[in-house]
């Protein structure tokens, strides 16, 4: 396998043992961690009162819906990032084609919805082409050709020429 015995078994036990749960939260705990992100506890921060007043007065995520129940998740999902985002003084932008979200998000001081990951990204990176070209101004161009034309003898004995030719005449490869 090109690998040691111990990382076998490893990937062996990881494949086929039977700890998915364990391992689901291995990897998300791992996600979280290398993405720098946050859970955040509905049960904790969620607000009630505001949820049940939002239902009852047909107020976004309960808009005018046949089965307005269904809509409690994303009423619980939003009412705690609002508290939260309150309680850290910060702002929250949700990604979201949900018409619901973004009425809530319109009526809120502390979150913003967007349509599109790709727009929240471009959004948060609208600088990067400024700092590249910032970047790329405080090169010293100089210093690189004189590396290039330093390097280019070393390059060049590693070089192999094979010549291949078919002629009539006479030829000498070199």
């Given amino acids: 396998w090109g690998i040691t015995p111990q990382r076998r078994q490893e990937l062996m036990d990881e494949l086929f043992l039977d700890n998915e749960s364990e391992m689901s939260k291995s990897r998300f705990n791992e996600f979280k961690k290398m993405a720098g992100a946050r859970e955040i506890k509905c049960a904790e ?10 239902y009852f007065n047909k107020i976004a995520p309960f808009a005018v819906k046949i089965d307005k129940k269904n809509e409690f998740p994303d009423a619980l999902a939003l009412s705690t990032l609002e508290v939260w985002a309150e309680s850290n003084n910060t702002k929250i932008l949700a990604v979201s084609k949900d018409n619901d979200w973004k009425g809530f998000c319109e009526t809120s001081p502390f979150l913003y919805s967007i349509d599109e990951l790709s727009n929240a990204l471009t959004a948060f990176h609208s600088n ?7 970047a790329l101004k405080a090169f010293n161009i100089d210093e690189l050709n004189k590396e290039i034309i330093e390097s280019i003898p070393h ?6 020429v094979d010549v291949e030719a078919s002629s009539s ?5 070199e």
């Fill in 128 to 134: 990067a082409s400024v700092n590249i070209i910032n």
């Fill in 45 to 54: 921060l969620s607000n009630l009162s505001k949820i049940i007043d939002l």
């Fill in 155 to 160: 390059q060049l004995y590693n070089l192999t």
């Fill in 169 to 173: 005449f006479y030829y000498d490869v």
